[in-house]
């Protein structure tokens, strides 16, 4: 069965570096998402991404953040100068054509930030 | 403001003992209420999309129920292996893609 995968599972930085999340969505899929989840609170929505443009993105998703897709299968998500409240769990989730179909997730990446 | 409320917080139920989890919503539009499975450190697991009050899913001891206000994921029989949390979002008619997530019902069910 296809899923999302996501790359790397866990991720340590130092306060003020830059880190790169990837993900491969489900391969016939057409929108692609990011989220967050701080531990033990909600998951949030980052951003969407659809036909190589941003289609909505959150007060979360400040100049700090990116997301690019380099080529055909990768979605990822830059952040340039990382904080410590950004560590948390980065879900990136993926959908087929038509705004109602379900997204579907990935195992995340557990990012730290000392 | 869009809002997504799950009670209980916490449900601990023996094994077999059927119970329902709510979710409350205010959205001005509902495009879709979607339920998932979140294990610990792992990500949310799609179940089930509602589109419309009155509708309703079922998936082996899961069935998911929707009306205007709420939704809600019974389980019938638990097993042990339904332990997990259960979200509830909502994707309103304002957004291309977000997924407005409550904070979930943690179910541990005790053989």
């Known amino acids: 069965e296809p899923e999302v995968t996501q790359t790397p599972s866990h991720q340590v930085t130092q306060m003020g570096q830059e880190v790169i999340l990837r993900c491969v969505p489900i391969?016939?899929?057409?929108?692609f998402y990011w989220y967050r989840q701080i531990l033990g609170q909600k998951v949030e929505f980052l951003v969407s991404?659809?036909?190589?443009?941003?289609?909505?993105k959150s007060e979360i998703f400040d100049d700090q953040f990116s997301v690019e897709r380099p080529d055909g299968s990768n979605f990822t998500l830059k952040i340039r100068s990382t904080k410590l409240e950004d560590s948390a769990m980065y879900f990136c989730?993926?959908?087929?054509?038509?705004?109602?179909?379900?997204?579907?997730f990935g195992p995340g990446t557990r990012l730290t930030v000392l | 403001e869009d809002q997504v409320t799950q009670s209980p917080e916490a449900l601990r139920l023996q094994e077999g003992e059927s119970s329902s989890l709510n979710c409350s919503y205010t959205?001005?539009?509902?495009?879709?209420l979607f339920w998932y499975r979140q294990d610990p450190g792992k990500g949310p697991e799609f179940l089930f999309t509602?589109?419309?009050a009155g509708e309703e899913k079922e998936k082996e001891r899961l069935k998911a129920t929707l009306t205007k206000k709420e939704s809600f994921l019974h389980i019938t029989a638990p097993k042990p292996e339904d332990s997990a949390t259960y979200l509830c979002?909502?994707?309103?008619?304002?957004?291309?893609?977000?997924?407005?997530f409550g904070a979930g019902t943690q179910v541990v069910v005790t053989p």
């Open positions: 959205v001005s539009g509902l495009r879709g």
């Open positions: 979002a909502v994707l309103s008619t304002d957004s291309w893609g977000k997924l407005q």
């Open positions: 989730a993926s959908s087929g054509a038509g705004v109602r179909n379900e997204q579907f």
């Open positions: 991404f659809y036909n190589n443009e941003i289609s909505e």
């Open positions: 391969s016939n899929h057409l929108y």
């Open positions: 509602l589109y419309s």
